[in-house]
């Protein structure tokens, strides 16, 4: 089961990466693709057998659109792609801490500002296995065939470049998944539990069983309870939320731009703040490159 799970995840990413006509200039396509973020020492081939897809999607469109008022984001977007030469961006999203409108349109407009590519590691890995409740039941009745699908997203994406992906808490239950991320820049969008809580208890969502401790008991009721199982399901993931090269926290945000509401905060406020924690580490990359300079 868990080899054929795998082997749906590699055919369904063979299909989003159909050639076709793209839509922006050919110089920008045929520009280096680096396997890894130069912030990170080389790693090794974790699958050779796979190899790498660099071909434009055919199913994703590109619009480069951006919203009013989102000029500023233009423009330091410019400022850095100079420097990231390519490389693609991971936001690692937690235990579907922001809803799913949210967390796709910051990945869209952070793509549309680099003009990159967005993908959603979570709704691929979802059509490898036929479909949100496929999944779902896969999940349940074979975690690790499940586990082995994302793992395999992971790899396809990471073997490319221009790239910003939206992943969630499986890019981080693994070494081996985590050791993925490093090809590129990874950013945890930081969210506070009880808005996490909120968001689920609103929208319907439950807690996978799968990623319950069963040694824990709750004897909380209704929401109390939804927060008491998301905390322990923190409590498991925080080290591997805590891996990533940066952090964006909500409530930070919220407090640097004065609001009293976590709600308040925006999309492009949440994008303007990844573009600058990636420009914090490009410059930092530089400083130790020209520190290690012989005199």
Same mark, same amino acid.
């Given at each position: 089961m868990a080899t054929?799970? +795998?082997t749906r995840a590699?055919?369904?990413f063979h299909r989003h990466f159909q050639v076709v006509t793209p839509r922006?200039?050919?110089s920008l396509l045929e520009a280096p693709k680096p396997k890894r973020h130069p912030l990170h020492q080389p790693l090794p081939s974790l699958c050779p057998c796979v190899p790498p897809l660099t071909s434009s999607p055919k199913s994703l469109s590109i619009t480069f659109s951006l919203p009013d008022g989102a000029s +500023? =984001?233009?423009k330091k977007a410019m400022e850095i792609s100079p420097v990231l030469k390519g490389t693609s961006i991971f936001l690692i999203f937690q235990c579907k801490g922001m809803n799913s409108t949210i967390k796709t349109n910051v990945g869209k407009l952070l793509a549309d500002a680099l003009r990159y590519y967005h993908f959603d590691s979570d709704s691929l890995v979802e059509e490898a296995c036929g479909g949100e409740s496929a999944a779902k039941s896969l999940k349940e009745q074979d975690e690790k065939g499940f586990r082995d699908s994302e793992t395999e997203?992971?790899?396809q994406l990471s073997s490319m470049g221009r790239l910003v992906v939206c992943a969630g808490d499986g890019s981080v239950q693994s070494s081996t998944n985590l050791a993925l991320l490093r090809h590129g820049i +990874? =950013?945890?969008i930081d969210v506070p539990i009880e808005m996490v809580a909120k968001n689920m208890i609103e929208e319907g969502v439950q807690i996978p069983v799968t990623e319950l401790s069963t040694a824990e008991s709750y004897s909380e009721t209704g929401d109390n309870q939804v927060f008491?199982?998301?905390a322990v399901?923190?409590?498991e993931m925080k080290g591997g939320y805590a891996t990533a090269d940066a952090s964006v926290s909500l409530q930070k945000v919220a407090s640097q731009l004065g609001y009293d509401d976590l709600d308040a905060v925006t999309t492009e406020d949440m994008a303007m703040e990844v573009l600058k924690e990636i420009q914090r580490l490009t410059r930092l990359k530089k400083m130790m490159e020209e520190a290690a300079r012989p005199f």
């Open positions: 054929l799970a +795998s590699f055919h369904v922006f200039p050919r +500023s =984001i233009k997203v992971l790899k +990874s =950013i945890w008491a199982q998301l399901v923190y409590e």
